[in-house]
């Protein structure tokens, strides 16, 4: 129970190794760079630091990419005109470098000289025959990837299977020229180690060495594709498809036995993509699409099935074994239900685990897979950040005082015992037998008046302690360091989805707590008191531990101001409404607009998580990642939202009900899909914090406010008008209340980061939320239907709805991620450009063009061409 009166401070915090500097590119000077603070002092040339900034320079890493694709390109020319020249030049080389370089340069014959003989020599005579054209293929994969951030091929198993067949190839080869006895002739084709490989293993078997040869190889591909889960595909059913899906959720795989994707499927990925596709859960349906001649028009469905198209153009037909449930759920959703004849799907010969062993598990963070995350060296080391500096003087006189004010009013205690914080210190006080705890509650103001210090706060009884606290503020208070915090192992360490790393408590931990587990944060605190800071450490932890594909911000700011820093993290972590300009919201109409787009992305989500029988955003997530979800329905990677509110009052004055509502509606429902509120106020007003929204964010955070009554509207208790500013905060959460001293984290520091990450290849553009329009552009008539004023999501709507083969207003607000309004609106639009029939009650609306060519034709003539 009691703490050590004066013990030394353990300090908690370790500083890590120092850790490397990954700046991608130099930063321009900044123009008024905002507070004029001192800055810490750089060390004068940190070599190590310079060549790691070098190296992880994205140009530095094209460059290498491209020269190791040239060089590739060169050992591949050098080693095939090897398999040809190479006799002839035998004897050039052998005499190189003994002989006038000229001469013997004049002489080769392999088409890239003497250097293409030499080293075609040493990789494809000495060594591994034909199998050394294994290594520019590796070379050029590993080049592929640096240069353009995603892979070719798989690059760690064609590595794997290159260098296997290098060796494999070799041996075999070197088998081959041992029993035709044709060294003399042929024994490049098999090079040095798979001729002496053989020989020694002719010498142990005899001609049995075959065997052995063949067991390498069998062991291998048992290895290499993990036979274990494969079953052989029952041809017996559909001898001819070329495509099946599995039964269950319809994941989907080649047939042919491709388990890898084709080189066709990976050609068909953009040169410079920023979506994961090569990762994507299941990518072969998408190979076969794309190499439909009719389809190359519709680049923009590449993960679509498409079955009746296919079955056009293949002579395959897919069957859906779970037909029903598709249709209920159309039917719950649209009241809609589909008239059209099921496309059939085929038994799936593979299993979900099949497709982990195949490409692995799914990793989001292939998305950009070249991220990196913000360092430590951007985070300012404040060096005379001295420590809470609280004499024995101080101590002692704090003590007696305490003391004698309580005696003084009747009250006697047992002992007092202090811990010092960064801010205040906490006396804690074991009152004397008898004495009723509400007396000394009731003396606080008399204390505080007695020890003339601010923010004097009494906690009693101390929660589980028996014990009174008396917080007293410390003379000389100590600044935390938002590097400290981030540094620490608490942080470092921490496991928790979304941690925040909120301050020091009054013991010194470094308080870290996770959002996703709040799952809402109210923060409040009268001007100047540290709120600012605050959000900004909450972003910045959350930006330190987060790659971009896990979590997206979005950023409120009526302030217009106070976030405006964050914009460069737009193509990284932002996500905004798909027609909004500014990354960072600050009209309060786009706000509202915002707030509804969350409310339908909750829904959506919610959506996607029944389709996948999942309770939360964690199971949803650990499904997709384990391949068990199939993106051809709808399925992705659900990043956390985090959404910021700096400044509710504003709001609140100028769109009242409109604002509160989407907010509380996303606290009541959100958390379970990864939605996350932090909202912010100067205002801790009844009129701001209504009851709705108060009750609906159980943890509330409060920097000092200007009255006891603000203090119980966001804390239900008093006390944090009596904190003493700077970052001096409480935290109520399960109904427990800390205090905490924030970090500091400058704003030159937050422009520092998001430079950091901002000059980092990140996503096309910021995270799109889904369309959201007011209801004053709601559903309209249908007579009132103009086509000269389509949708601009037209075109992409009427080749979905054919391509699908569905008139289905759901389908289009799913895969379009669009509004329902909007969706409705473009199929009245589409019904009137008689591309879908007339709305029938409980059917899905009749499609009354069946191919894309016929619709693209018909949109032609709609623009007039
Ligand atoms: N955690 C902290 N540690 C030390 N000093 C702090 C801390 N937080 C804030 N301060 C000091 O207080 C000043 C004001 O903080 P901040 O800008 O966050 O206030 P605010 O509450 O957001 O004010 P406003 O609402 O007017 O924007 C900062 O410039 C800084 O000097």
């Known amino acids: 129970m009691a703490q050590p009166t004066t013990s030394p401070r353990q300090n908690t915090l370790r500083q890590p190794p120092q850790e490397r500097v990954r700046q991608n590119t130099p930063r321009p000077a900044r123009e008024g760079a905002s507070t004029p603070r001192a800055r810490p002092k750089r060390p004068s040339f940190d070599w190590a630091a ?15 990419g491209v020269l190791l694709m040239l060089l590739a390109i060169g050992l591949l020319v050098a080693f095939t005109s090897y398999l040809i020249t190479g006799p002839a030049d035998q004897s050039v080389v052998g005499s190189a470098f003994s002989e006038p370089l000229a001469e013997t340069g004049s002489e080769t014959r392999n088409w890239l000289g003497l250097a293409g003989a030499l080293i075609a020599q040493a990789f494809v005579f000495r060594w591994f025959g034909v199998g050394a054209l294994a290594l520019p293929i590796i070379m050029f994969l590993a080049g592929y990837k640096l240069t353009f951030g995603h892979e070719l091929l798989p690059l760690r198993r064609a590595t794997t299977g290159l260098l296997f067949l290098a060796v494999w190839s070799s041996l075999f080869l070197g088998y081959i020229v041992l029993v035709t006895d044709s060294a003399e002739t042929a024994s490049f084709w098999c090079g040095g180690i798979g001729y002496e490989m053989n020989s020694a293993l002719h010498s142990l078997f005899g001609w049995g060495n075959l065997a052995f040869i063949g067991f390498v190889l069998f062991m291998f591909v048992v290895y290499f594709y993990d036979v274990r889960n494969l079953k052989l595909p029952s041809f017996a059913t559909s001898p001819s498809s070329a495509l099946t899906s599995q ?18 499927d990976t050609d068909t990925l953009d040169s410079l993509p920023i979506v994961n596709e090569s990762s994507l859960p299941v990518t072969e349906p998408e190979a076969a699409v794309t190499s439909i001649d009719t389809l190359q028009a519709d680049t923009s469905y590449p993960e679509t099935p498409l079955p009746d198209v296919i079955a056009k153009a293949t002579g395959v037909t897919l069957t859906i074994k779970n037909r029903d449930a598709i249709v209920d759920e159309l039917q719950e959703e649209t009241g809609e239900l589909s008239a059209t004849p099921a496309p059939t799907f085929e038994p799936d010969p593979f299993e979900e685990d099949d497709l982990v062993a195949l490409h692995g598990l799914y990793d989001p963070t292939l998305d950009l897979p070249q991220y990196q995350y913000p360092t430590n060296e951007l985070l300012t080391e404040y060096q005379n950040n001295r420590k809470a500096q609280v004499s024995d003087d101080e101590l002692t006189a704090n003590k007696e005082k305490i003391e004698n004010t309580l005696r003084n009013f009747g009250i006697e205690i047992d002992s007092i015992q202090a811990s010092i914080g960064p801010t205040v210190t906490l006396y804690e006080i074991v009152p004397a037998k008898g004495v009723r705890i509400s007396k000394i509650k009731s003396l606080e103001d008399d204390i505080a008046l007695n020890l003339s210090a601010l923010g004097i706060r009494i906690i009693a009884p101390m929660p589980g302690m028996g014990t009174i606290g008396i917080e007293v503020p410390n003379k000389n208070r100590e600044m935390v360091s938002m590097r400290s915090v981030i540094t620490s192992d608490v942080f470092t360490n921490s496991k928790f989805d979304l941690p925040v790393v909120l301050g020091k408590t009054i013991s010194n931990e470094i308080y870290v707590a996770d959002l996703a587990k709040m799952p809402h944060l109210l923060m409040a605190g009268a001007t100047g008191q540290g709120k600012s800071v605050g959000l900004n450490v909450l972003l910045t932890s959350l930006i330190y531990k987060k790659h971009p594909s896990q979590l997206k911000l979005v950023l409120v700011d009526p302030k217009k101001v106070e976030l405006t820093l964050f914009n460069k993290l737009e193509r990284h972590f932002l996500a905004k409404l798909p027609d909004s ?15 509804n787009s969350l409310c339908i992305e909750m829904d959506n989500r919610y959506n996607l998580l029944k389709d996948a029988g999942c309770r939360n955003l964690k199971e949803y997530n650990a499904k997709f990642v384990k391949r068990r979800l199939n993106p051809d329905k709808g399925h992705r990677f659900l990043p956390y939202i985090v959404l910021i509110v700096d400044e509710l009052a504003d709001l609140m004055m100028t769109a009242g009900k409109e604002v509160e509502q989407p907010i509380a509606r996303l606290a009541q429902l959100a958390r379970a899909i990864g939605i996350h509120l932090v909202v912010a106020t100067q205002r801790p007003s009844v ?21 006891k009554i603000d203090s119980r509207t966001i804390l239900d208790t008093g006390g944090a008008e009596q904190l003493v500013g700077m970052g001096d905060m409480l935290l109520s959460s399960n109904s427990d209340i800390i205090r905490l001293q924030c970090p500091f984290v400058d704003t030159n520091e937050i422009e520092e980061i998001c430079e950091f990450v901002g000059n980092q290849r990140g996503y096309e553009e910021a995270y799109a939320l889904p369309e959201f329009v007011g209801d004053d552009g709601g559903q309209g008539d249908e007579k009132d239907v103009d086509l000269d004023n389509r949708d601009p999501m037209f075109d992409e709507a009427a080749r979905l709805i054919v391509i699908h083969q569905q008139g289905s207003t759901s389908l289009i607000q799913r895969k379009l991620k669009l509004g329902y309004n909007r969706a409705g609106r473009l199929i009245d639009q589409l019904e009137a450009a008689k591309i879908v029939g007339a709305f029938e009650g409980s059917k899905a609306r009749d499609v009354l063009v069946t191919d894309l060519q016929t619709l693209e034709e018909m949109l032609k003539r709609l623009k007039g061409e």
């Open 50 to 64: 310079a060549l790691d900034r070098w190296l992880t320079d994205q140009r530095s890493t094209l460059t290498f």
């Open 247 to 264: 039964s269950d959720d319809t994941l989907q795989t080649y047939e042919d036995g491709d388990a890898e994707p084709d080189e066709e």
């Open 581 to 595: 300009e500014e990354p960072i919201i600050t009209d309060t109409k786009k706000v509202v607009n915002t707030l």
């Open 687 to 707: 009129n701001v914090i209504t009851g709705l929204i108060k009750a609906n964010f159980p943890a509330r955070l409060s920097f000092k406010v200007t009255s």
